[in-house]
């Protein structure tokens, strides 16, 4: 890891835009989409080399359902076609996947390419990459909260619960927390994404869409995460 980033392990993206991004160069919102997942590639080749551990990347959210069906059946059927084009390149880059989101409301053949990405790769031990798919940071925290209470009623767990034993039931159990959030396109909300997580990320709101956001616009919000001042709530010292 480079020296001037020792600092900035956990970057997720909210990689919005696509739909926008392909609408202004007069193609269907399902070309953008099928850019932004080879995007996906390009950047986490960047974050690796940029000494980033940890890349979180937001690919459907449980409120996506809402759109179309046609939209929505071609981003379930992109997993197949984005690891079966790089997959083999991923293991050989060292690359660990993860996946957030419940995995079991997706189409069976969708589920089954997610989980032998992670299955293909769980040795590795480079860039760790993780998809959000039917991820919704409430409902994270909601099942996270079902499954302590489950706990406890089963004598496994005690009442006194830290900050640290809760992150152990969220999705990125085992994960450190966020320290960049970014946001593409130009929005500036957080859309249900790692409420928990990013309780004292750096945000970053670039107005490229996810399909142009190049590795030089990834390499460019890392410095000014670098620059910034992270007190964590205490003061600076003078
Ligand atoms: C992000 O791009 C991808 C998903 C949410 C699945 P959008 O599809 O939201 O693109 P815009 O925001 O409509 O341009
Ligand atoms: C957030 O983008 C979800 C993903 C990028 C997967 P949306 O486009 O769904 O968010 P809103 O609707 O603008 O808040
Ligand atoms: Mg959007």
């Excluded at 392990?9 to 919005?16: C, E, F, L, N, W």
């Excluded at 193609?27 to 960047?46: C, E, F, M, S």
């Excluded at 006194?160 to 159990?173: G, I, K, N, P, R």
């Excluded at 990320?201 to 620059?227: G, K, M, S």
Aim: with cysteine; glycine share 6%.
């Amino acid at each position: 890891m480079s020296e001037e980033n020792k600092n900035c392990r956990h970057v997720a993206i909210i990689m919005d835009g696509n739909g926008r991004w392909a609408k202004a160069q007069g193609k269907p919102r399902t070309a953008g989409h099928l850019a932004g997942a080879d995007n996906v590639r390009t950047i986490a080749i960047a974050a690796s080399n940029l000494g980033v551990e940890y890349l979180t990347l937001y690919a459907f959210s449980t409120e996506n359902w809402k759109r179309s069906a046609d939209e929505v059946n071609y981003i379930m059927k992109l997993p197949s076609f984005f690891f079966g084009k790089y997959m083999k390149e991923f293991i050989d880059r060292g690359f660990r996947m993860h996946m957030l989101g419940e995995l079991d409301r997706l189409p069976a053949e969708t589920r089954k390419v997610l989980d032998d990405a992670v299955e293909q790769s769980k040795q590795n031990t480079g860039l760790n990459l993780s998809i959000a798919i039917n991820y919704g940071s409430q409902r994270e925290i909601l099942l996270a909260a079902k499954h302590y209470a489950e706990d406890v009623a089963e004598g496994k767990a005690s009442l006194d619960l830290s900050e640290e034993q809760f992150e152990s039931y969220l999705m990125t159990a085992g994960m450190p927390n966020v320290d960049l959030l970014i946001r593409t396109s130009g929005e500036l909300r957080i859309s249900n994404y790692l409420l928990w997580q990013i309780a004292y990320a750096e945000l970053e709101f670039v107005p490229e869409a996810w399909p142009e956001f190049t590795p030089e616009v990834l390499a460019r919000c890392i410095d000014q995460f670098n620059n910034r001042d992270r007190r964590f709530g205490g003061i600076k010292d003078e």
